[in-house]
């Protein structure tokens, strides 16, 4: 590899000049950034193409499909046909995680259990699932089989589905983007192409292809996997492609999640406001779920929710991007880095560019960490609160401890005129990605391997 490659016509050595994190990034150190970007809500909303009537937009629209998942998938029957995640204090793992480290963590820890979403099993449940649902709508209105007014069981219906077998879906994925996609696109008709990078479980792909889904594997990563699944489909045009990178759908699908979350919140009598701040950590791979995600937090609890991303050392692209201020313009390859982890769905090496754009004026920091962290986690997760999740799922853990004791985020809430006694009242909300569907197998295996890192 060039020891001082160009980057956008600069060489890299001049950006590690001017953006001495990137030694950090590049030594595949634990890191964490603040933004120095991001401006007051009101502020930043005002420049957003997006709104909260999109947003109200989209979950109005999953609401219609409600009695459609009902007959289709039984297991959201207890959910009302909503495509919903419970939200849970996790005291046990609190006390575990401030014995570990030897300090109190501000606040109370609480998860968000997308990791459990019916159907799929992760929060690419959320925007997957969704922007599947806006496709079949919209073929089904234009081929006039279905008007304003009608219940959407009928997508259920032999006739329906004749008509979306005619149409294809396909996208690129490190494994359960795919696995979304392809269960609701297949259960509604389509036929359905996954593009698998090579970071993908065997498993998902068994899944996939079990539900009759078309899977594509690549024995590059995930970059590769999308463009090779845009490049098919832009030859036909009856082909709907998911652009994780750059779909508004998709984000929009995600953001859903925070006017749910909202109600859950209130009806468990948590306070979210100026003396009760709201913390997220959100696992982030290209961006797009936890784009969508903290968009939408913004948009409910404005100033008063401060969210942060999640990444693997050896795949931090959304750091990379947004700390350059380069974007989608750089990768984590171009510091020479492998993209290798063990938390398949973060395993990207260059963010969207849509989404950084739109999320920079709107997003509190990110940070990294490295694999075994996230297996000790796991582990110490699986004992105190009986909860078992994938690798990837445990990155927003650490972002709490973080905020207590890292020099650069615990500098955090001082520069935005947070209190101690704020802190202390405030709630730490770990985003859990995904997990549920994993093998019992593999599953032992992700524990094992956490637990032996935990007696060592």
Same mark, same amino acid.
């Given at each position: 590899?060039?020891?001082?490659?160009?980057?956008?016509?600069?060489?890299?050595?001049?950006?590690?000049?001017?953006?001495?994190?990137?030694?950090?990034?590049?030594?595949?150190?634990?890191?964490?950034?603040?933004?120095?970007?991001?401006?007051?809500?009101?502020?930043?909303?005002?420049?957003?193409?997006?709104?909260?009537?999109?947003?109200?937009?989209?979950?109005?629209?999953?609401?219609?499909?409600?009695?459609?998942?009902?007959?289709?998938?039984?297991?959201?029957?207890?959910?009302?046909?909503?495509?919903?995640?419970?939200?849970?204090?996790?005291?046990?793992?609190?006390?575990?995680?401030?014995?570990?480290?030897?300090?109190?963590?501000?606040?109370?820890?609480?998860?968000?259990?997308?990791?459990?979403?019916?159907?799929?099993?992760?929060?690419?449940?959320?925007?997957?699932?969704?922007?599947?649902?806006?496709?079949?709508?919209?073929?089904?209105?234009?081929?006039?089989?279905?008007?304003?007014?009608?219940?959407?069981?009928?997508?259920?219906?032999?006739?329906?589905?004749?008509?979306?077998?005619?149409?294809?879906?396909?996208?690129?994925?490190?494994?359960?983007?795919?696995?979304?996609?392809?269960?609701?696109?297949?259960?509604?008709?389509?036929?359905?192409?996954?593009?698998?990078?090579?970071?993908?479980?065997?498993?998902?792909?068994?899944?996939?292809?079990?539900?009759?889904?078309?899977?594509?594997?690549?024995?590059?990563?995930?970059?590769?996997?999308?463009?090779?699944?845009?490049?098919?489909?832009? $030859?036909?045009? +009856? #082909?709907? @492609?998911?652009?994780?990178?750059? %779909?508004?759908?998709?984000? =929009? &699908?995600? !953001?859903?999640?925070?006017?749910?979350?909202?109600?859950?919140?209130?009806?468990?009598?948590?306070?979210?406001?100026?003396?009760?701040?709201?913390?997220?950590?959100?696992?982030?791979?290209?961006?797009?779920?936890?784009?969508?995600?903290?968009?939408?937090?913004?948009?409910?609890?404005? $100033?008063?929710? +401060? #969210?942060? @991303?999640?990444?693997?050392?050896? %795949?931090?692209?959304?750091? =990379? &991007?947004? !700390?350059?201020?380069?974007?989608?313009?750089?990768?984590?390859?171009?510091?020479?880095?492998?993209?290798?982890?063990?938390?398949?769905?973060?395993?990207?090496?260059?963010?969207?560019?849509?989404?950084?754009?739109?999320?920079?004026?709107?997003?509190?920091?990110?940070?990294?960490?490295? $694999?075994?962290?996230?297996?000790?986690?796991?582990?110490?997760?699986?004992?105190?609160?009986?909860?078992?999740?994938?690798?990837?799922?445990?990155?927003?853990?650490?972002?709490?401890?973080?905020?207590?004791?890292?020099?650069?985020?615990?500098?955090?809430?001082?520069?935005?005129?947070?209190?101690?006694?704020?802190?202390?009242?405030?709630?730490?909300?770990?985003?859990?990605?995904?997990?549920?569907?994993?093998?019992?197998?593999?599953?032992?295996?992700?524990?094992?391997?956490?637990?032996?890192?935990?007696?060592?």
């Amino acid at each position: 590899m060039d020891l001082d490659p160009l980057i956008c016509h600069k060489p890299l050595s001049r950006w590690m000049a001017q953006h001495p994190i990137l030694r950090d990034i590049r030594a595949l150190r634990e890191t964490a950034w603040v933004n120095p970007g991001m401006l007051p809500t009101a502020q930043a909303l005002s420049g957003c193409p997006l709104t909260l009537a999109d947003v109200e937009d989209a979950s109005d629209r999953l609401d219609r499909f409600a009695d459609y998942f009902r007959t289709a998938f039984p297991e959201t029957r207890a959910w009302g046909g909503i495509l919903e995640s419970p939200v849970r204090a996790i005291p046990a793992m609190q006390h575990c995680l401030e014995a570990d480290h030897g300090i109190p963590l501000p606040g109370r820890l609480w998860i968000k259990l997308d990791s459990h979403l019916p159907i799929s099993g992760s929060i690419k449940a959320r925007g997957g699932i969704y922007e599947v649902l806006k496709t079949a709508e919209d073929i089904a209105l234009r081929h006039g089989l279905l008007r304003p007014g009608d219940p959407y069981r009928l997508f259920d219906r032999p006739e329906f589905r004749a008509v979306l077998s005619q149409y294809s879906i396909a996208v690129g994925s490190t494994g359960n983007l795919g696995l979304s996609i392809g269960i609701m696109g297949a259960k509604l008709g389509f036929r359905v192409t996954v593009h698998m990078s090579a970071d993908a479980r065997e498993w998902k792909k068994d899944l996939l292809r079990s539900k009759g889904v078309t899977v594509m594997e690549y024995p590059s990563d995930y970059s590769a996997a999308v463009a090779q699944g845009r490049k098919e489909a832009e $030859d036909d045009p +009856h #082909c709907h @492609f998911v652009d994780d990178e750059n %779909s508004q759908t998709l984000f =929009l &699908g995600y !953001a859903v999640a925070a006017l749910r979350l909202k109600v859950q919140l209130d009806r468990a009598g948590v306070r979210v406001d100026r003396e009760h701040p709201l913390f997220i950590y959100l696992p982030c791979g290209v961006g797009g779920g936890p784009g969508g995600v903290a968009f939408g937090l913004k948009l409910v609890y404005g $100033d008063n929710a +401060h #969210c942060f @991303f999640a990444e693997p050392t050896h %795949s931090c692209c959304m750091l =990379l &991007g947004l !700390a350059t201020g380069l974007n989608h313009h750089i990768s984590v390859q171009d510091l020479g880095l492998d993209n290798r982890t063990a938390a398949d769905g973060l395993a990207v090496g260059r963010a969207s560019g849509f989404v950084g754009k739109l999320l920079a004026p709107f997003l509190s920091g990110c940070y990294s960490l490295e $694999d075994h962290r996230m297996y000790r986690m796991l582990a110490q997760l699986a004992n105190t609160e009986a909860l078992r999740l994938e690798p990837s799922a445990l990155a927003g853990m650490y972002g709490p401890v973080l905020l207590a004791k890292d020099p650069i985020l615990s500098a955090y809430p001082a520069q935005y005129g947070l209190t101690s006694t704020q802190l202390v009242q405030s709630t730490q909300l770990v985003w859990a990605t995904g997990g549920s569907m994993v093998p019992p197998e593999e599953m032992d295996r992700y524990y094992a391997k956490g637990q032996a890192l935990l007696n060592s």
